[in-house]
């Protein structure tokens, strides 16, 4: 079963791996837990991952006004994990474009 979403790839992120060089942000399914997550990036990206910190996120209520009336909804949950990885090992998102 895949855990992994997709890489997460935002300015905030962007911002954390410049500061250290050898963390990752991914999105995950909500039921994935730390040793899973874990064992796909090793399998997935082979590189040898030290640490794993996850954020569960709600879904945060959102309106606007519109010509039609208020438009009223909600966005989605997730789960983010940051990954750890062992000093001088890296990943390339931007490798298969």
């Known amino acids: 079963m895949a855990f992994i979403i997709k890489p997460l790839v935002t300015e905030k992120m962007t911002k954390?791996?410049?500061k250290r060089e050898n963390r990752f942000g991914f999105i995950v399914r909500p039921e994935a837990n730390k040793l899973q997550i874990k064992k796909e990036v090793e399998e997935?990206?082979?590189?040898?991952?030290?640490?794993?910190?996850?954020?569960?996120?709600s879904g945060k209520r959102s309106q606007r006004y519109t010509r039609a009336g208020l438009?009223?909804?909600q966005k989605n949950a997730f789960k983010k994990a940051v990954v750890t990885l062992k000093d001088g090992?890296?990943?390339?998102?931007?490798?298969?474009?």
């Open 16 to 18: 954390i791996t410049e």
């Open 44 to 57: 997935t990206y082979n590189v040898t991952v030290v640490e794993v910190n996850t954020l569960r996120y």
């Open 89 to 97: 090992e890296t990943i390339d998102f931007y490798s298969n474009i």
């Open 71 to 73: 438009v009223r909804g």
